[in-house]
């Protein structure tokens, strides 16, 4: 395990699952995924979650992940496990086994088997921060029971360990404010998601990161490194040309983003999962506004 990054801070990239054409898993191109997440300059690797089809995966197969997301990223930065499951025990199972193989902190969402009410959550939160002694991020994504800022408020002190939120929220931004203003010492971070398309207004709010999907992983990082060092202008300036492109970020995009950077062999999805690229007019954008961005993309292929 890494030493304590803390707080946890930066651009925490989320790798794709990639799949064989088959729908096994293609572990060479795992590997590659998690090299170039950590190459591109992620401050900190996130896996697996919804970014990397965590629904579709076995049990055995988000524990071998997790194993080797820690193997191969090597504590060059933090790894934080996804560990979201369908009942409260599954995910403090993941939860454990993700401790005992070396990641740095777990992240969850509450568990969707049924409807949840506030309470449940409560409990589930207080369960899962007792069974494990690394910190623990709540994903606060507004398809499970989106807590108010009250509640992770009082959570984040009431559970010495749960010291992070992805806020995911329908007004993540104001959300994310209301959470550092109400937990005050309590929160040790705040992290946008969205594919990072509000960076620039999450960094200047006081959010320690964002957590998207690493297919830009070093355009974000960038970005991110300049805002830190106190050029905004310049950080502006390469925002706003990777922002038309991000705006397009649906699972099939990202995953043709990393087949044609070369970091995964191809974008192949496991079913069910269901999600359908662009028609030929959406490609042609894309293909026009990664022409255009190309040149920010600072990893190459060796």
């Known amino acids: 395990m890494t030493a304590q990054h803390v707080p946890f801070r930066g651009i925490y990239g989320i790798p794709v699952t990639p799949f064989n054409e088959d729908e096994t898993i293609d572990w060479k191109s795992m590997e590659s995924v998690l090299h170039f997440t950590v190459e591109a300059g992620c401050h900190g690797v996130v896996m697996p ?39 409260n025990a599954h995910s403090i199972g993941m939860a454990k086994h993700a401790e005992d193989a070396g990641a740095d902190a777990v992240i969850a969402m509450p ?23 690394i910190p623990v991020f709540v994903q606060n994504f507004g398809g499970a029971y989106a807590m108010p800022t009250d509640t992770l408020a009082q959570l984040s002190h009431d559970v010495p360990n749960l010291s992070y939120v992805k806020e995911e929220g329908s007004d993540p931004l104001q959300a994310a404010t209301r959470i550092i203003e109400a937990a005050g010492d309590d929160i040790l971070g705040v992290m946008g998601g969205f594919g990072a ?106």
């Open 49 to 87: 979650v919804m970014v990397s089809e965590f629904q579709v995966l076995t049990d055995d197969e988000r524990r071998q992940i997790v194993e080797t997301t820690v193997r191969v990223v090597a504590g060059r930065v933090p790894v934080v496990a996804g560990v979201t499951g369908i009942a």
């Open 111 to 133: 568990p969707h088997s049924k409807p949840t009410t506030e309470a449940e959550v409560l409990r589930f939160f207080h369960e899962l921060g007792a069974a494990v002694d």
């Open 197 to 302: 398309r509000m960076l620039l207004d999450e960094w200047r709010r006081g959010e320690a990161g964002n957590m998207p999907s690493s297919h830009y992983g070093d355009v974000h990082s960038n970005i991110w490194n300049l805002l830190e060092a106190g050029d905004e202008e310049g950080a502006r300036a390469m925002y706003q040309r990777i922002l038309p492109l991000v705006l397009h970020d649906d699972l099939p995009v990202l995953k043709e983003i990393f087949v044609r950077r070369g970091i995964i062999a191809n974008s192949t999805m496991r079913s069910p999962y269901g999600i359908h690229g662009p028609d030929k007019h959406g490609w042609a954008e894309i293909d026009y506004l990664y022409e255009r961005a190309s040149d920010l993309f600072t990893w190459k292929k060796s």
